[in-house]
């Protein structure tokens, strides 16, 4: 096995994945952002869960938001649900593992809230379990997912937003969640502050 060669699939494989996603992802990106956009314009916070590199990119994204981007601005309102070692440890033990999510959800969400829910297959049943407890708070769900949506995709309502990556390697489907949350990042930043200075 020629190690330099693997290594140089990995960035190739990479490459052509985020291309796959550029063509695809511009139109669902450009609506989570207005979604968000509108939601911080009307008072409302963005929520954030997944579980192992998703729950890192949940995590992410709320710090981009609360602390800053690229530019200096003021602090937007985030919260990472995968975070508080003692609620999400409480909440295993006392009811279930699924619940850990949704019951943060139900106790923090409002209606002009957003959901930001992040699997690289879709069939987290805890980020599940997060989305139907948004949806009984009237939130809106950003879902970032991969391969074919898996069962989040089904659960998904009108008004909210799928954002797939087009492919089956969780490595790539990372890879380009990341690469999304930074779009989204700059977007918000756009529409609420203006200009390219940074």
């Known amino acids: ?14 490459i052509e994945t985020k291309q796959r996603s550029m063509e695809e992802l511009v139109t669902p990106i450009q609506h989570a952002g207005n979604c968000m956009t509108q939601c911080l314009l009307n008072g409302g916070k963005i929520l954030t869960c997944g579980n192992g590199g998703s729950a890192g990119d949940a995590q992410h994204f ?14 937007l309102p985030a919260v990472a649900l995968t975070t508080d070692s003692s609620t999400i440890t409480a909440i295993a033990n006392d009811y279930d593992y699924n619940e850990i999510f949704a019951k943060q959800v139900s ?5 002009n809230d957003v959901l930001l829910a992040i699997s690289t297959s879709g069939n987290s049943g805890n ?3 997060a989305i139907n407890a ?7 769900v950003v879902a970032l997912t991969g391969r074919d ?16 990556v087009p492919s089956d ?6 890879e380009v969640h990341l690469v999304v949350i930074h779009c989204l990042c700059d977007f918000i930043d756009t529409q609420l502050f203006g200009g390219d200075e940074v």
Request: a negative charge.
């Open 107 to 111: 106790a923090l969400g409002q209606t």
């Open 62 to 75: 709320s710090a981009e938001l609360l602390n800053r981007f690229e530019k200096e601005r003021p602090g």
């Open 1 to 14: 096995m020629n190690l330099e060669e693997r290594i140089g699939d990995h960035f190739r494989e990479s």
């Open 149 to 164: 949506g898996g069962t989040m995709a089904g659960l998904l309502q009108e008004k909210d937003i799928e954002i797939r």
């Open 134 to 140: 948004a949806h009984e708070r009237d939130m809106t």
């Open 127 to 129: 980020v599940s379990a």
């Open 169 to 174: 390697r969780t490595a790539r489907i990372q």
